[in-house]
């Protein structure tokens, strides 16, 4: 035996036993940084467009079991599953419209598919003579948002493809006549969004000819504002019945709302409230 051999270290089972538990220790915590990573980026991404019938992202997110089998059924190839540096909830089902709108399948074979609830399939769902049938128009994946300075209808360019592509055609996108203020004697053919009918399909987003789409779909909450419970539309029967569990007792008091209106308003006495 050489003087080598005879130098060469023995591992013992004890000095194994520590090597692998210092390795697997220090995998972890690589991954659990690179895990952490993603979870920041998802956090700070809050753009994302879900299947029809997607519940509130809190609830969906807390509900989707990442699956996959929503994507499977799109007969499109619509539907993304989030992956490592997509900068989106881990797992979870998404679109891009500009890339793949979603094709509006009246069958909606993406939401029955969904083992937990998710993808609601009440939501999405109408009665017709007494029975309930899917109803893809009900959905509400986002709300399309109209770019004026960068849409070449507002310049005075003949252009309606946001308004062709739309499935709902004169429903969710209309055209309005508009006089042409720099030429005077033009008449403008913009394209306006009906939110109440907007489905968040991104066919609109898709056809748009500009570069980089004039028209384009947001979440709903973030496209739109939000206006609150103080405000009613006297207009809308069905925004008044919010007055119908609503105190009529309740009234501000003041020295001025004692008297008739023709008393204060034709008093040249300034009445102060208190």
């Known amino acids: 035996m050489s ?13 194994r036993f520590l090597s692998v538990m210092a ?23 809050p753009l994302i467009l879900r299947p029809p019938g997607a519940k509130p992202e809190t609830d969906f997110l807390r509900m989707c079991i990442k699956c996959g089998q929503c994507a499977e059924a799109c007969p499109f190839d619509t539907l993304l599953m989030a992956k490592p540096g997509d900068k989106k909830p881990m797992g979870t089902p998404y679109f ?3 890339d793949v709108p979603c094709y509006m399948c009246t069958d909606i074979p993406c939401v029955p598919v969904c083992p937990t609830g ?6 999405v769902s109408s009665v017709v003579e007494g029975e309930k049938v899917l109803d893809i128009n009900r959905s509400k994946m986002g709300l399309a948002v109209v770019d004026e300075e ?6 005075g360019i003949q252009c309606d493809a946001c308004h062709r592509a739309c499935p709902l055609m004169d429903e969710a996108i209309v055209l309005e006549y508009k006089r042409n203020e ?20 991104g066919l609109c987003e898709r056809a748009c000819v500009t570069e980089k789409a004039a028209i384009f779909v947001l979440p ?33 008091r003041t020295k001025r709302s004692e008297l008739a209106p023709q008393d204060y308003l034709n008093s040249d006495e300034v009445l102060f409230d208190d």
């Open 3 to 15: 003087n080598l051999d005879s130098k060469k270290p023995v591992i013992t089972k004890r000095r």
């Open 23 to 45: 390795q697997s220790v220090g995998l972890s915590a690589l991954g659990g940084m690179v895990w952490t990573g993603y979870i920041e980026e998802a956090k700070s991404a």
């Open 96 to 98: 891009i419209p500009r």
């Open 118 to 123: 998710a993808l609601d399939e009440e939501s």
């Open 150 to 155: 960068s849409c070449i209808a507002y310049w």
């Open 182 to 201: 720099r030429t005077g004697k033009h008449a403008l053919l913009i394209p306006k969004v009906i939110s109440e009918a907007c489905t968040g399909c």
């Open 220 to 252: 709903t909450e973030i496209a739109q504002g939000k206006v609150g419970g103080y405000y009613i539309k006297g207009w809308d029967p069905k925004d008044e019945k919010r007055l119908e569990n609503v105190s009529t007792d309740v009234a501000t």
